[in-house]
């Protein structure tokens, strides 16, 4: 459905859309941060985050300077959860000044963050004219140092295979690190006790939704996605600055790089490519600071192979969850692409009944998932708007699951009409753009590289 109507009504009837001020402060409940955006007199939006009080976090560690430059930036990612359901043409930046590179940055972040939105919207915008962003203040936030370590990791954890696998190869590793999860629930809490850490020795950060920009969805005001890795990506910052853990370890893999729509540049996963890590990295370094080191720990490796690697650790097989739909709920909904994404992925590398086990029924099974199988596979216009792998890699984790576990009959309905081939020697593939370390690629490719023996010698023991 097509809502650039009200889109073009809505930019006539707010036209300017505000960044008025941002406040922090220490309280007995931790850090509590407030930003404070409008659009014209009757919209007005006070996000809060708080983030708890920790043995491991001394807020008195930070300046006002610091301080002041890095929730800055976190009101600026915030900034497009609110500003989409007005969509002004003229965003006014008040507290502090920035040069035109800057602004090129976040247009373009503001941008293709809101890819999705504009296409689900039938929004036609262009990223000159979608917004035009100005600063009202004299005062220019210049570069400033924080006291971390890049040997010591920060690891979000969002409860899924993805970030389980970068928790457990550090782990092994001896590395130190600490995960960071954003308003926790069963699954990543979970994940992170699996992995020895008890609720408080994780950085949380209890992020909210002001209640007006609820209100005005479900006034029909305009709604969709925005980029909420990038938001995690600011957020981050100040957890690092916070605990002196330099390096912020994400778990995006170089699947996050494909287009969601074939033959556009609209991409679900737009902040985990590696576009926006780069863009993001540059950005820190020359307005931020130097003192950090963000990138993600599994961009050299593509879905197939996080999920092979996954699977060498079964005692996360009960609490992982990677459901959106079911996430209030901590279950696999089992009735969305996402949920049949991961269960393809995974097939090819865990026994059918510990898969059915894990979800409670065989999704390969399941008629019903039939429309959702065909965008995965690329025989829709779309793959799902949800953070999946690959066309090519879904048919190749098909053809390796057919193979594996069907070659004696049993196959599942969605599998029963399916031909298709794979390359054993592409889970051996290793992308070479990617910000690790050496250290870190040769810890990463040694895992890889165990973890496909044990495939292999579990295929020839099954056909």
């Given at each position: 459905?097509?809502?650039?109507?009200?889109?073009?009504?809505?930019?006539?009837?707010?036209?300017?859309?505000?960044?008025?001020?941002?406040?922090?402060?220490?309280?007995?409940?931790?850090?509590?941060?407030?930003h404070r955006f409008t659009a014209g007199s009757d919209i007005v939006f006070e996000p809060e985050t708080l983030i708890p009080s920790r043995s491991f976090v001394d807020f008195r560690r930070l300046s006002q300077r610091q301080y002041d430059?890095?929730?800055?930036?976190?009101?600026?990612?915030?900034?497009?959860?609110?500003?989409?359901?007005?969509?002004?043409?003229?965003?006014?930046?008040?507290?502090?000044?920035?040069?035109?590179?800057?602004?090129?940055?976040?247009?373009?972040?503001?941008?293709?963050?809101?890819?999705?939105?504009?296409?689900?919207?039938?929004?036609?915008?262009?990223?000159?004219?979608?917004?035009?962003?100005?600063?009202?203040?004299?005062?220019?936030?210049q570069p400033v140092d924080f006291d971390t370590d890049t040997d010591k990791y920060l690891v979000p954890i969002g409860g899924g295979k993805d970030s389980v696998v970068t928790l457990e190869v550090l782990r092994k590793a001896g590395t130190a690190f600490r995960p960071l999860i954003i308003?926790?629930?069963g699954a990543t809490t979970e994940c992170a006790r699996i992995a020895g850490f008890a609720p408080d020795e994780v950085f949380e950060i209890r992020r909210t939704i002001h209640p007006r920009l609820l209100e005005l969805n479900a006034q029909g005001y305009l709604n969709g996605h925005t980029p909420f890795s990038a938001m995690?990506?600011?957020?981050?910052?100040?957890?690092?600055?916070?605990?002196?853990?330099?390096?912020?370890?994400?778990?995006?893999?170089?699947?996050?790089?494909?287009?969601?729509?074939?033959?556009t540049s609209v991409n679900h996963q737009y902040s985990k490519s590696i576009e926006f890590e780069n863009d993001f990295r540059q950005y820190v370094k020359s307005y931020v600071s130097?003192?950090?080191?963000?990138?993600?720990?599994?961009?050299?490796?593509?879905?197939?192979?996080?999920?092979?690697?996954?699977?060498?650790?079964?005692q996360y097989f009960s609490v992982f969850r990677s459901c959106n739909a079911g996430s209030k709920q901590?279950?696999?909904?089992?009735?969305?692409?996402?949920?049949?994404?991961?269960?393809?992925i995974l097939s090819p590398f865990i026994e059918p009944a510990a898969m059915e086990g894990i979800f409670g029924k065989n999704l390969l099974d399941e008629p019903a998932m039939r429309p959702y199988l065909d965008e995965l596979r690329g025989l829709a216009p779309?793959?799902?708007?949800?953070?999946?792998?690959?066309?090519?890699?879904?048919?190749?984790?098909?053809?390796?699951?057919?193979?594996?576990?069907?070659?004696?009959?049993?196959?599942?309905?969605?599998?029963?009409?399916?031909?298709?081939?794979?390359?054993?020697?592409?889970?051996?593939?290793?992308?070479?753009?990617?910000?690790?370390s050496e250290p870190l690629q040769t810890l990463l490719r040694s895992e890889v590289e165990k973890a496909q023996v044990e495939f292999q010698n579990a295929v020839e023991g099954n056909v």
């Open positions: 459905m097509s809502n650039n109507a009200k889109y073009q009504q809505l930019r006539q009837q707010y036209p300017v859309f505000c960044y008025e001020s941002f406040q922090h402060s220490v309280t007995d409940r931790g850090l509590l941060v407030r430059t890095l929730v800055f930036q976190m009101g600026m990612i915030e900034l497009v959860s609110y500003w989409k359901c007005v969509c002004s043409p003229k965003v006014v930046i008040k507290p502090f000044d920035m040069g035109q590179q800057q602004l090129e940055f976040w247009k373009k972040l503001y941008f293709n963050g809101l890819g999705e939105f504009f296409y689900i919207n039938g929004i036609s915008a262009t990223q000159d004219d979608f917004m035009d962003i100005v600063c009202e203040s004299d005062t220019t936030l308003n926790p629930r995690l990506a600011f957020y981050t910052l100040l957890a690092s600055a916070l605990t002196g853990y330099g390096s912020i370890a994400l778990s995006n893999e170089n699947s996050a790089n494909e287009a969601t729509v074939i033959g130097g003192s950090f080191n963000y990138f993600s720990f599994l961009r050299p490796l593509a879905e197939l192979q996080i999920a092979m690697l996954f699977a060498c650790n079964p901590n279950i696999w909904c089992c009735n969305c692409p996402k949920c049949l994404f991961a269960y393809i779309t793959k799902p708007f949800e953070c999946v792998g690959t066309i090519s890699e879904v048919n190749a984790a098909l053809a390796m699951t057919k193979r594996r576990f069907c070659a004696n009959g049993g196959t599942p309905l969605l599998l029963q009409d399916f031909d298709g081939t794979y390359d054993m020697a592409a889970l051996s593939d290793f992308c070479t753009e990617n910000n690790l």
